[in-house]
């Protein structure tokens, strides 16, 4: 199991910076590699809401479907794989100051024999990349939003 931690302050109030994350249509352009996040269910945040998930690492796509089962409003989204590619997230939110400590965990697991070796090169670089422009980019797009 591979797993990717990464913690940031947001200048923008955590309420601001949850809704940003919280909102199904804004993953793909804030999570890097991310090219689809649909919803699975007419539930589309919360406890129990389910999403079909599309990310290209380069030379592989990987598809998964996960759901949320740990959800406190401006507080913590956790979305665990209940299907295909098996990645967890887990997005925490707390009062900074005026801005927001965001923190992102990134759990995988590969699959065994040559396919999770390759996979494994791949995927671990790729993580961290993808978190630190994650960061970025919530940053970016909710200071934007104002």
Sequence with gaps: MGVVRHQ??????????????DGYQNVPEYLMGVTGFEPRTSQTQGLGSVFEVTVDVGPKKLKSVVRCTEYIENELIELKAIEGFQADTTWRF?????????????????????????????????????IRHTEATI?????ARG
Aim: charged share 20%.
């Design 8 to 21: 940031v302050v947001v200048d923008a109030p955590r309420a601001r910076v949850f809704e940003y994350v």
């Design 94 to 130: 707390a009062e900074a100051g005026s801005g927001t400590d965001l923190q992102v965990e990134f759990n995988y697991t590969l699959p065994g024999g040559i396919a999770g070796r390759v996979l494994g090169g791949i995927i671990g670089p790729f993580a961290a990349q993808a």
């Design 139 to 143: 940053a970016k797009k909710v200071v």
